[in-house]
C-alpha cells in the first residue's frame, strides 16, 4: 500500500527526490510524519527541515524522548545541560509524541497549584474578550520560555498568563 502525502504523489518518491516542503505541514503529526526530512518546533509552532544536529542526537539515543531540548531552553527551564545546540528550544519528531506531549499536562488541570509542581507543565489563564477564544485555565506542556505548540493556527497562552 502506497502513502500519500497532501498533493497525492507517493510519499517515497517525494523523499527520494528531496521535495518534501516542511512548511505545508501545520501540526505537530503531519509534520513529525515526515521525521527525519522534518520536525516540529514546539517553541514556535512551525514544521521545520530538521538539522543534522537533531538527527544525530537522536540516532545515537537508545530510547527515543519524546521532546528534544535546545541546550539553552533546557538549561533555563530544567537546569543542568542536556539537549542539543539549535535555536529551537523543543524539538518533537514522532507522530506519537506529539498527543503525549500534548496530553501529559492536560490530567493535572483542575488547579494551577497541582499543574505548575509537575516539571515541563505551566497552567494557563485566559479570560473570554470580544473576538477572542473563550475563556479558559489549562495546564499546558511548555519550558521556561512559555507553551509548547502543537498546531500552527492556535494562539500561544501569552507569557502574561502563563504560570509556572
Same mark, same amino acid.
Given at each position: 500500500r502506497e502513502l500519500y502525502s497532501d498533493d497525492a504523489r507517493p510519499?517515497?518518491?517525494?523523499?527520494?527526490?528531496?521535495?518534501?516542503?516542511?512548511?505545508?505541514?501545520?501540526? /505537530?503529526?503531519? /509534520?513529525a510524519a515526515v521525521?527525519?526530512?522534518? +520536525?516540529? /518546533?514546539?517553541?514556535?509552532? +512551525?514544521c521545520m527541515k530538521s538539522p543534522s544536529e537533531l538527527?544525530?542526537?537522536? =540516532?545515537?539515543? +537508545?530510547?527515543w524522548p519524546h521532546v528534544v531540548f535546545g541546550q539553552d531552553e533546557y538549561r533555563r527551564t530544567f537546569g543542568g545541560v542536556e539537549g542539543i545546540s539549535t535555536s529551537c528550544g523543543s524539538w518533537i519528531f514522532s507522530p %506519537? %509524541? @506529539?498527543s503525549i506531549v500534548k496530553?501529559? /499536562?492536560?490530567?493535572? %488541570?483542575?488547579?494551577?497549584?497541582s499543574c505548575n509542581r509537575i516539571s515541563g507543565c505551566g497552567y494557563c489563564h485566559t479570560s473570554a474578550q470580544?473576538?477572542?477564544?473563550?475563556?479558559? =485555565?489549562? @495546564?499546558? +506542556?511548555?519550558?521556561?520560555?512559555g507553551e509548547i505548540l502543537f498546531d500552527a493556527s492556535t494562539p500561544p497562552?501569552?507569557?502574561? =498568563?502563563?504560570?509556572?
Open positions: 510519499r517515497r518518491q517525494q523523499w527520494q527526490s528531496g521535495e518534501v516542503n516542511c512548511s505545508l505541514r501545520t501540526t /505537530c503529526m503531519t /509534520c521525521w527525519p526530512y522534518c +520536525a516540529w /518546533c514546539g517553541s514556535v509552532g +512551525a538527527q544525530e542526537y537522536v =540516532n545515537e539515543k +537508545a530510547q %506519537s %509524541s @506529539c496530553d501529559y /499536562c492536560t490530567r493535572f %488541570s483542575y488547579t494551577c497549584m470580544p473576538g477572542t477564544y473563550p475563556s479558559q =485555565n489549562l @495546564c499546558v +506542556a511548555g519550558t521556561h520560555s497562552c501569552s507569557r502574561s =498568563n502563563l504560570s509556572g
